[in-house]
C-alpha cells in the first residue's frame, strides 16, 4: 500500500478544511468563490502565503485543481493573466503590488494582456521602441505595441518599454503595468484568418503612468521579461498538448470510421497516430520535470514539437474530409464575437477547417519555431551562438527601418 507524502497529506486536508468552511457551494458566485479560494491560498498554491498560496511545491497545483473539480467548483481562467502575468507579480512586484492585483487577476474581475511585440520588434524583442520618458515622478509612455491578445478587454497590461535609449538594448528596458483606462490608451482589434479578432494593435499616445506602476527595477526590464516568457513557453506548450490530445481523438475516430478515403492516407494516418504516442510521453516528461522547478529554457522543446505537429495533424484531418475541408462554416469569417470566452476555437468547439487555420498560429505565438531553435540550440546544447552585432552598441545608435 502506498503512503501519501506529507506534502499530499497537507494539500489534502487544506482543501477538505477549505470546502468545510464554505459549506453549500451554491450559494456563492464564481467570483466570490475564487476570491475565498485565493484568500485560502489555494489560487497558485507556490506562491507566498496572503498572496493566493501557501508556500508549497507547483507539483501540488494539480492535486488541488483536481480535488476543487471533483467538489463541483468552478475553476478560474487559464488565461495569459493567470499563468503568465501572475507568476511574474509573484516574482518582482512590490506587496503593496501584489496585494491589489492578484486577487482580482485570480477571480477574473480585471484581464490583464501582455504588450511586449511591436511591429519592428518581435523574435527580437530586446530591440524595441515604445519609449518611458521619466517626468518627474510619473512616466510618459509613447508607442505602439501589436498581436496584444486580449487587449480589447483588459483592465491592465504588463508593458516591456525602453525608459534609456543610450545604453544596450538589453539593458535599456522597464515594464510598467498600465491602466488601460488611462487618457491615450487607443485599443484596435485586428481580425485574424479564423475570423476571429483575438489581439489588437495597441497605440500610446502621451500616456502618463504614475512610478508605483513600475514592476521590477528601473532598466531590468528584461529579466522581468524573462520569468514571462519562460512560463509562457512552458504553458504554450502545454496548451498545444491539450490541442494534440484533441487531434489524437479526432485522428482515432477516423480510423474507427474507416472508408476509401483511408486507404489512401493510411500510412499518414498511422504515422500520425504514432507521433502522438511519442508526444503524450514527451509532455509527461516536460510537465513532470517542471512541477519541481521554475519553467527553464528547455520548455521551449515542447512548443517547438507540438506546434509543428499539430499543424501536420489538422492539415491531413482537413485533407480527410474531403471537398468539405476546403469550405468554411458559413459566418465564421464574420464573426463577431469578441468576448473572451469567444476564444475557445482552439479545441472542443471548433470546426476541423477553423482549428486547421488556428493552428498555423502555433508555430509563431510564445515564440516563433526558428527562434525555438536556436533557444535549444545555443542554451540547452550549448552550441556557438548567433553573430550578434549590436549586443554592446547603445540602443539609440543600432540602425533600424
Ligand atoms: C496568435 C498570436 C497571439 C499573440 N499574442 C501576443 C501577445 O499577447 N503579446 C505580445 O506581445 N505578442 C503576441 N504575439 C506576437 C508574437 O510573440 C510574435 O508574433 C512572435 O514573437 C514573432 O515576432 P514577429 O511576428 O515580429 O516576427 P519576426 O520576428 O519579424 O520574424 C519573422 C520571421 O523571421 C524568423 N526569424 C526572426 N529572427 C530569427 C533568427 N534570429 N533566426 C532565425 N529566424 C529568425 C522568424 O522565425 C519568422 O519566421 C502573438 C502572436 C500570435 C500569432
Not at 501572475?86 to 506587496?95: C, E, K, L, R, S
Not at 469567444?342 to 472542443?348: G, M, Q
Request: proline letters at 5%; a negative charge.
Amino acid at each position: 500500500m502506498s503512503v501519501a507524502s506529507p506534502r499530499v497529506t497537507e494539500a489534502r486536508e487544506r482543501v477538505t478544511t477549505f470546502l468545510d468552511r464554505i459549506g453549500d457551494l451554491r450559494r456563492l458566485t464564481d467570483v466570490e468563490f475564487l476570491g475565498l479560494r485565493f484568500d485560502a491560498g489555494l489560487a497558485w498554491v507556490h506562491f507566498a502565503e496572503g498572496i493566493g498560496g501557501y508556500g508549497a511545491a507547483p507539483s501540488e497545483q494539480g492535486l488541488v485543481d483536481d480535488l476543487l473539480a471533483a467538489a463541483g467548483c468552478p475553476p478560474p481562467r487559464q488565461d495569459i493573466a493567470h499563468l503568465m502575468i501572475a507568476p511574474t507579480i509573484a516574482v518582482h512586484g512590490t506587496p503593496r503590488q501584489q496585494a491589489s492585483w492578484l486577487r482580482p487577476l485570480f477571480t477574473g474581475e480585471e484581464i490583464w494582456c501582455q504588450l511586449f511585440s511591436e511591429p519592428g520588434a518581435g523574435s527580437d524583442l530586446a530591440s524595441l521602441a515604445v519609449r518611458a520618458t521619466p517626468d518627474g515622478s510619473t512616466w510618459r509612455l509613447t508607442g505602439e505595441k501589436v498581436w496584444s491578445t486580449f487587449a480589447h478587454l483588459s483592465r491592465w497590461a504588463m508593458v516591456l518599454a525602453r525608459s534609456d535609449p543610450e545604453v544596450p538594448k538589453h539593458r535599456g528596458l522597464t515594464m510598467f503595468c498600465v491602466d488601460m483606462q488611462l487618457p491615450g490608451v487607443r485599443v484596435s482589434p485586428l481580425r485574424q484568418m479564423t475570423g476571429q479578432a483575438e489581439f489588437n494593435q495597441v497605440h500610446f499616445d502621451d500616456v502618463m503612468i504614475d512610478d508605483t506602476a513600475r514592476l521590477g527595477q528601473i532598466g531590468a526590464g528584461w529579466t522581468v521579461t524573462l520569468t514571462t516568457l519562460m512560463n509562457e513557453r512552458s504553458n504554450v506548450g502545454d496548451g498545444l498538448a491539450v490541442m494534440g490530445g484533441d487531434f489524437a481523438a479526432s485522428l482515432e475516430q477516423r480510423w474507427i470510421e474507416g472508408g476509401d478515403d483511408l486507404t489512401r492516407h493510411r500510412d499518414e494516418l498511422v504515422g500520425e497516430l504514432v507521433r502522438r504516442r511519442v508526444m503524450r510521453l514527451l509532455v509527461r516528461r516536460g510537465a513532470a520535470a517542471a512541477q519541481e522547478q521554475t519553467p527553464g529554457p528547455d520548455g521551449s522543446l515542447n512548443k517547438l514539437i507540438l506546434g509543428e505537429s499539430n499543424q501536420d495533424a489538422s492539415s491531413l484531418l482537413v485533407t480527410l474530409a474531403g471537398a468539405a475541408g476546403m469550405l468554411y462554416p458559413s459566418g465564421y469569417a464574420v464573426r463577431g464575437d469578441l468576448g473572451i470566452d469567444a476564444f475557445t476555437s482552439d479545441t472542443e468547439d471548433a470546426s476541423a477547417q477553423e482549428r486547421f487555420l488556428r493552428t498555423r498560429a502555433n508555430t509563431i505565438e510564445g515564440g516563433t519555431t526558428e527562434v525555438m531553435r536556436n533557444i535549444l540550440g545555443e542554451r540547452v546544447l550549448g552550441l556557438p551562438g548567433e553573430p550578434r552585432t549590436d549586443r554592446d552598441l547603445a540602443w539609440s545608435r543600432v540602425p533600424r527601418n
